[in-house]
């Protein structure tokens, strides 16, 4: 007798394991959060993924595991295959080397089967729709979705339900794709730069549903420029660089890792060359007439910059994420600020 065995995700992130035994019978064999059930699946698993498209390599070999319940940001700069990656998570795409899982299935069937949603940035909305219109709509597209006035009071949109689509401002705009993509109830919620080109305020309030809705137990994995999202309203960050993983582990941990501490000092003409060459620096990067240099041992670069050269006004201050994300996704960490290219943009 050939067994097998699934789980699904209810409301709430519960999970329950299934054994099949290939009749139409299942055995509910185990329900419970997530994190007390033994053995349960991932979330997303990548083993030895690699994408190329032509001559480029968008991903290049990423093993990632991120487990139910985890709110991950996916950061690094353009082109460093955040979106080939969600692609493929979401079964738009094939690896072209690699596994990609989804709780343990093919992405397209875990999408089939309404355990994934996705918040694109763009497209999909029809403007003279109201936002309840608009719900309704796609609410009778699902079997058994959530109710729709649950999805729109989680979107935080109960105040605007009359609103036509083309009046609301592009994070309402944004908190409908996500009632849309709540809709299923999904286990795992995957946004490509949700947030891109909203102000302040706007990107506040997105991210205060999400994460509102996260604390549900949702798996949450959002990929981002912004560092200070990644920060605010993730439990983990993933950096990639070149189609690689860099860093991986909860804010605080990544920012630990490109370790040290950098001196600011106003030094026009600065001589980057000998700080490069000092013992301990990671980088040096000119901006105007101010340098900075990133070191193991900043008591040496101060030392060094107050006897030996004109560099006036220093400053020495532990590295935010920001330097940490540029540290480790800089081509070329020593220079004068040769390595930018790693920038969010
Ligand atoms: N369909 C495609 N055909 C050819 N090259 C592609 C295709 N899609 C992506 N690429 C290339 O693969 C690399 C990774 O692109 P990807 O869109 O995954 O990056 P990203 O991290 O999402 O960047 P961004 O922050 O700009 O959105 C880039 O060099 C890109 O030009
Ligand atoms: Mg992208």
């Not at 519960?14 to 997530?34: H, I, K, N, Q, T």
């Not at 319940?69 to 082109?79: K, M, R, T």
């Not at 009778?140 to 609103?163: C, K, N």
């Not at 794709?177 to 299923?184: I, K, N």
Request: net charge negative; aromatic share 4%.
């Amino acid at each position: 007798m050939l067994l097998s065995s699934a789980v699904r995700w209810t409301a709430g992130g519960l999970a329950e394991a299934y054994l099949m035994d290939g009749s139409d019978d299942e055995a509910l064999v185990m329900r419970g959060r997530p994190g007390l059930l033994p053995g349960v699946v991932p979330a997303i698993e990548l083993t030895a993924v690699r994408k190329l498209f032509g001559p480029v390599v968008a991903v290049d070999g990423v093993d990632l595991v991120v487990n139910p319940g985890e709110v991950v940001a996916y950061l690094g700069p353009n082109g460093a295959g955040k979106t080939s990656t969600i692609d493929m998570v979401l079964g738009l795409s094939h690896p072209t080397s690699g596994q990609v899982s989804v709780f343990g299935m093919a992405p397209r069937h875990a999408v089939r089967a309404g355990l994934v949603s996705a918040v694109m940035q763009t497209g999909g909305l029809l403007k003279d729709l109201t936002v309840l219109e608009t719900v309704q709509y796609v609410a009778a597209l699902f079997s058994g979705p959530r109710p729709v006035g649950e999805v729109i009071e989680r979107a935080g949109l109960a105040h605007i339900t009359q609103r036509r689509v083309g009046k609301c401002s592009g994070g309402e705009q944004q908190r409908l794709r996500f009632a849309l993509a709540l809709l299923p109830d999904p286990g795992l919620l995957v946004l490509d730069e949700p947030t891109q080109g909203m102000d302040v305020e706007g990107r506040h309030e997105f991210w205060e549903a999400i994460r509102k809705d996260a604390g549900r137990g949702r798996t949450v994995v959002f990929a981002t420029h912004y560092l200070e999202e990644a920060d605010a309203y993730a439990d983990r960050v993933v950096m990639v660089r070149r189609g690689r993983v860099v860093a991986d582990g909860s804010p605080a941990q990544v920012r630990a890792m490109a370790s040290g501490r950098v001196v600011r000092a106003t030094w026009p003409g600065a001589d980057t060359g000998a700080l490069g060459a000092l013992e301990g620096v990671s980088s040096v990067e000119v901006r105007g007439s101010t340098v900075l240099v990133r070191s193991d041992d900043t008591d040496s670069v101060a030392r060094y910059l107050l006897n030996q050269t004109s560099a006036r006004d220093l400053e020495i201050t532990a590295q935010g994420l920001e330097e940490a994300f540029l540290a480790l996704t800089a081509d070329d960490p020593v220079g004068a600020g040769a390595g930018r290219a790693g920038a969010p943009s």
